[in-house]
């Protein structure tokens, strides 16, 4: 198949009888994965309206590999997910979610999760009528690729959102993801599902879905989220510290169930990584851990928590620098010993130095800045102000 191919398989989709389209149809599912650029080319072609038209009208077998070739495309560019969201697509996919064959709702199932990327599409979606179908989809007797893709829209669609996030919970998907949790290549979707179920609103300071930590901490979930972290690709480890991190948030039960669990442990073990996301979620995570947390906070300290932060500081990245800070803060809040471990390892010196280059994003120097205060106050006996800054929550809402 060579390039100039495209436009005209794309006529001959459109110029084909509804009912001797799916050839054609599966031909383009074909050639959108060979190469990374097809799915521009496609799209250039005008192919998306008339795949998005076969959703509607097509049989089975053109349903499958329309809504395929949508979520490869979707997958591909930002620009594309809103050409196949202006065609229409959103109702036809969540309408062979609800009653098309199996084959057909797992694709469907990976195009809308493509498709709610755009945070303007979780309340379009899911008035449409997602929940039920996409949560029938966790269940145990359907595939893994289900259970995956499911997973995947559940979490674009309840990032930040707590309307959504109740509408899912309401429907049962916490038990089923649960579920889901200890083995299968659905694991580290799962583990994201799970995170932004757990996620804080959108405004400043918002707490997490309180009643997603009760539900996940009491059926048992914190266990395979702790195996997780030690996973064997980095996305787990990442998706499975951001749910810890939005678990414990504002929450001491969740905190030293985690903390019981040797949850400290692990999390400190990110820190190293040569990834920066999963430096800055472990960082993230061990911040909710020990805030308002005086056992914690000692327990990160005697596992040798302090010199494995100190790096962070100095990251050539902005996000983990500020979940270093953010890290130190809660670990140093009115624990004088804590405070002064953190001056010995040279934690004021270096955020000062780094405060004076300002070289940094909007946020970030509040939150060293707030670290600086919090290494060197004396002890207080009142329990700490719980004052945030933008990127307190910005883990959950990447």
Known sequence: MVLTDIPQIVKDLKAAPFDQREKVAHLIDVVASQHEKNPGHLVAAGVVKPLCELLVHGNDGSQVHSASTLATIAAANSDYQGKIIAEGAVVPLVNILRSGS??????????????????????????????????????????????????????NLTVANVKVQKAFYDAGAVPLLLSQLYSGKSQTSVANALAKLLSPGPELGAPANAKVQHEIADAGGIPPLLALLS??????????????????????????????????????AMLPSKSYEAQAQGASALAQLTRCNR??????????????????????????????????????????ENQT??????????LVEQLKNNSTAAGVDEVKAEAVGGIGCSRSSTRPTRRRSPWRAASSRR
């Open 295 to 336: 056992e914690n906070q000692d327990s990160f300290a005697k596992q040798g928590g302090m010199p494995q932060v100190v790096p962070l500081l100095t990251s050539n990245e902005v996000f983990v620098q500020a979940m270093g800070a953010l890290c130190l803060t809660e670990v140093c809040k009115n624990n004088l």
């Open 231 to 268: 996973g064997m690709t980095i996305a787990a480890t990442v998706h499975a510290a951001e749910a810890l991190s939005n678990l414990a948030r504002d929450n001491e039960h969740t905190q030293n169930i985690i903390a019981k669990a040797g949850g400290i442990g692990p999390l400190l």
């Open 102 to 155: 199996n084959k057909a709702q797992t694709f469907a199932a990976a195009a809308v999760a493509e498709l709610s990327e755009q945070r303007s599409q979780q309340d379009p979606i899911v008035k449409a009528g997602a929940v039920p179908p996409l949560v029938r989809l966790l269940r145990g007797d359907v595939t893994e690729d289900a259970h995956m893709h499911a997973a995947d829209a559940v979490a």
């Open 341 to 350: 471990m953190a001056a010995e390892f040279g934690c004021i010196n270096n």
